[in-house]
């Protein structure tokens, strides 16, 4: 008996190592499933971890009811967290096709709760089941804790590393839930001899297994059918990286490419884009051999530039390699850029910007910084005057930069914020705007160490869109999208440069953007 007592109470030290690695992959899932469908990862986040750690407040307090019958609570309360958490994901894509706005962000919140306040039951009950079986109070709740923080560690690093890109968020949750269920399971066993009708829950988990093993293997197919109403075309490709969701649609010769569910082009009219991105700071740079992109990992800017025969080298930094190897390898996206990747002039690099530009001792004639737009912390240090000094500490004299940045007609303070931004880190600055139809009104703002210049501006490579005429009317901004800024109470509205101590870009850049 003796022997016995031992062997269940290690294996509690086990199940709660187990559990509590679940537990925080759930978390995380919850964040990354509402940073993916509803936007605003920082929101999501802090919206998830709190929830969750209130569940688990709350499922703590509950525990001090459950006195008799803790093994049985705790194999229902297993069972429940790999039904509930398993089938989260897959409920939520179908949520987000099916059901009214709004629901689905409260499912989401629901569950958070509920999965927090299950976790929160299992640790309490577990540290009394173990003192039950007869080891030292004090030993066994720090081995407990101690199993439970370590598990969390463990949990955090396999989802970001291993489940995420591996699995899906889909399969990622009916895996885990798995994982419940089986401790749950191996508890039922070992502790069979003290459990009264066994079979019952024997067969309530075979059940349970079923489905979560059928989920496994067809919860994603049927989840991508739900996600494909998210989009307004078929869905060609579909990967989640471990930086992001990227999704490819196609239809009547339209290719699409998204990003966390953004539209970053439609080869319809990506060549109005690009061109302007590329030609206008190639055209005002008195020299320009040696270009520097950031972002962009689509491969269409380098496309552009190859167009100059005089250029010597291309540096691309963009973070996901996955986006560089979708370029390289999908044959729509070859289509588009023209394997201009492969080319022996560009060097590719998947790093962050930021820090790329802290050690990079290169001075380059043209920058080009064709990053996504501002909406979380990390894109947000790129939008930054620590970044933009960086950038101007990498031009040289009489070169140009060209940033891509957001619409001035939907969000115009925040276009203007930019504006004051580079400025602020002693750059020049010229403004333009284009319209392109799958964004809209689109602006740029193009930088230089120098006075710029537009007048003789010479284009010497062949465009579908861009004449030397256009200049002129792109610079020229309409009264609701002119710098001069004015609120709901007719106060004109004061420019700050955008900090890393003070990122208020990314509030502008959510209240503009949310009627959109």
């Known amino acids: 008996m003796k022997q016995e007592a031992v062997k269940q109470s ?62 049985v609570a705790f194999i229902w309360i297993e069972f429940m967290v790999a039904l509930i958490g398993g089938f989260s994901s897959f409920i939520m894509f179908g949520m987000t ?30 540290i009394r089941k173990a003192n039950e079986i007869g080891v030292e109070l004090n030993r066994s709740t720090a081995r407990v804790l101690f199993s ?25 949750a009916f895996f885990v839930g798995l994982i419940n269920l089986t401790v749950a399971m191996a508890v039922l066993y070992l502790f069979r001899k003290e459990i009264l009708k066994l079979k019952i829950h024997l067969i ?15 919860g994603e197919e049927m989840a991508f059918s739900f996600e494909q109403k998210l989009y307004k075309d078929p869905i060609i490709y579909s990967e989640n990286s471990a930086y992001q969701k990227i999704i490819l649609t196609k239809e009547q010769g339209d290719t699409r490419l998204y990003l966390n569910g953004s539209l970053q082009f439609s080869s319809f009219d990506e060549y109005r884009y690009h061109e302007t991105l590329v030609h206008v700071p190639m055209a005002a740079a008195e020299d320009a051999k040696r270009v520097l992109v950031l972002g962009g990992g689509d491969g269409l800017a380098v496309r552009e530039l190859l167009k100059y025969g005089e250029l010597e080298s291309i540096n691309l930094i963009d973070l996901d390699p996955a986006i560089t190897e979708l370029a390289n ?40 910084i064709d990053l996504p737009d501002p909406n979380n912390e990390s894109l947000n240090k790129l939008y930054t005057r620590e970044f933009y000094s960086l950038v101007r500490n990498h031009l040289r ?36 705007h284009v319209d392109i139809p799958s964004f809209g009104n689109w602006g740029f703002v193009m930088a230089s160490r120098d006075p710029i210049n537009l007048s003789g501006l010479d284009f010497t490579v062949e465009t579908e869109f861009l004449t030397e ?34 990122p208020h870009l990314i509030e502008k850049y959510e209240q503009a953007w949310d009627n959109y």
């Open 10 to 71: 290690h294996f509690i030290y086990w199940a709660s190592g187990i559990v509590s690695i679940c537990g925080i992959i759930f978390e995380v899932l919850f964040g990354a499933l509402g940073s993916y469908i509803l936007g605003d990862g920082v929101k999501q986040y802090t919206l998830t971890i709190s929830l969750f750690l209130t569940g688990m407040g709350i499922g703590a307090s509950i525990s001090e009811k459950v006195m008799k019958r803790l093994i």
């Open 97 to 126: 096709a099916f059901a009214p706005d709004g629901t689905d962000a409260l499912f989401l919140y629901t569950v958070t709760l509920t999965i927090g306040a299950l976790t929160g039951l299992e640790l309490p009950i577990l």
């Open 148 to 172: 439970d923080y370590a598990g969390g560690l463990i949990g955090g690093l396999l989802f970001v590393f291993l489940l995420r890109p591996q699995l899906g968020m889909v399969k990622s």
């Open 204 to 218: 309530s988990g075979l059940g349970i297994a079923i489905l979560l093993i059928a989920g496994l293997f067809f």
């Open 329 to 368: 390898n999908n044959f729509h996206l070859l289509q588009l850029n023209q394997g201009a990747l492969k080319d022996n002039r560009v060097t590719v690099r998947n790093e962050d910007a930021f820090e790329y530009l802290e050690k990079d001792g290169t001075f380059y004639d043209v920058i080009l």
């Open 397 to 432: 004299p009489g070169g140009a930069a060209m940033v891509q940045a957001t619409s001035p007609l939907f969000a115009t303070e925040v276009y203007w914020t930019i504006d004051e931004t580079i400025r602020s880190a002693g750059l020049e600055t010229e403004n333009f």
């Open 469 to 502: 005429e256009l200049l002129s009317a792109f610079t020229v901004f309409g009264k609701d999208e002119d710098r001069e800024i004015f609120n709901r109470k007719g106060e004109k509205v004061s420019l700050k440069p955008n900090t890393l101590i003070d």
